[in-house]
């Protein structure tokens, strides 16, 4: 597989470098952002976290504002930062924020002009790390996290791929999209009318059907303006203790929807990955 080096900045004695490749998997070119810590550096193949951003954003927000890189080089953690959805002047959109470009769900797409390329589940779970494990000194061991539409995201890989995924964190995350609008939005345009289907993808549904469980950390801010309406973790949160699921869910008071919110509390969501991803 080729890929193509599009940036690189040193930090903290590792190195932040952004690549573009051609997906088979959503047919057009993607982008992709990775941290490597200073270990890497020295041969050690070392573990990695995904990271999946949300609503509107790109490889650059997570990167750029979250100050991960200063503790990911301590901990000797690599981080993974793919686009939100594809991208290019054939793909599909929509006038919306909460649809198409930058609007992925992290979601296989079974509708039609969508299907074509929004395939953001299947990239992020299969075509991504397969890239990454072969072109870079990093081990098979794999955490992943996210923020809002990411928080979704990753909440839903890790539940769903239970072997695959040492441990699973989520800062806002859309917990229950089959009962809020973006997530109606969002599965309706992707995956049709058949709410059934819809269930694949929403963590608080998967919580409750678990037979494996991955660690899993959740933070939300009781400031955030998109608490009641869309993200629902009380929902999140009961699911968890129907099925007796190890799943930290913290309110953060005065903390809103933003990066300030996620560079407050990223330590610790490091912190619990490195735990897991060491045993």
């Known amino acids: 597989m080729t890929i193509e080096n599009i940036s690189v900045s040193k930090s903290f004695g590792g190195w932040h470098k952004q690549y573009c490749h051609h997906s088979q998997t959503l047919n057009c070119g993607m982008r992709f952002a990775i941290y490597l810590p200073p270990q890497a550096s020295s041969g050690k193949k070392v573990p990695v976290l995904y990271w999946l951003s949300g609503l509107t954003c790109t490889d650059e927000n997570f990167m750029q504002k979250a100050g991960a890189q200063a503790l990911a080089a301590e901990l000797g953690i690599a981080i993974v930062a793919p686009d939100t959805s594809p991208r290019g002047e054939n793909v599909a959109d929509d006038e919306g924020y909460d649809l198409g470009k930058g609007a992925g769900f992290y979601v296989n797409a079974t509708q039609a002009p969508w299907n074509r390329h929004y395939r953001m589940y299947d990239y992020v779970v299969d075509e991504l790390p397969k890239l990454i494990e072969s ?4 081990s098979d061991k794999r955490s992943i996290a996210g923020h809002s539409m990411g928080g979704h995201g990753a909440l839903v890989v890790a539940l769903r791929n239970p072997d695959t995924y040492q441990s699973v964190s989520a800062f806002s995350p859309i917990s229950n999209p089959i009962n ?3 997530g109606k939005k969002a599965l309706t345009t992707y995956l049709g009318r058949d709410s059934a289907t ?23 801010g009781d400031a955030d303006n998109f608490l009641i309406e869309q993200l629902k973790p009380e929902v999140l949160e009961a699911a968890a203790k129907v ?12 903390y809103d929807h933003s990066y300030y919110f996620i560079s407050s509390f990223i330590e610790n969501h490091l912190r619990f990955h490195a735990e897991h991803l060491g045993k």
């Open 198 to 220: 819809w269930m694949e993808y929403d963590a608080s549904i998967l919580m409750r059907q678990a037979t494996q469980f991955v660690p899993a950390l959740v933070d939300q």
């Open 243 to 254: 099925k007796g699921y190890p799943l930290e869910l913290n309110y953060r008071e005065g």
């Open 135 to 138: 072109m870079f000194p990093v």
């Open 180 to 182: 809020c609008p973006w």
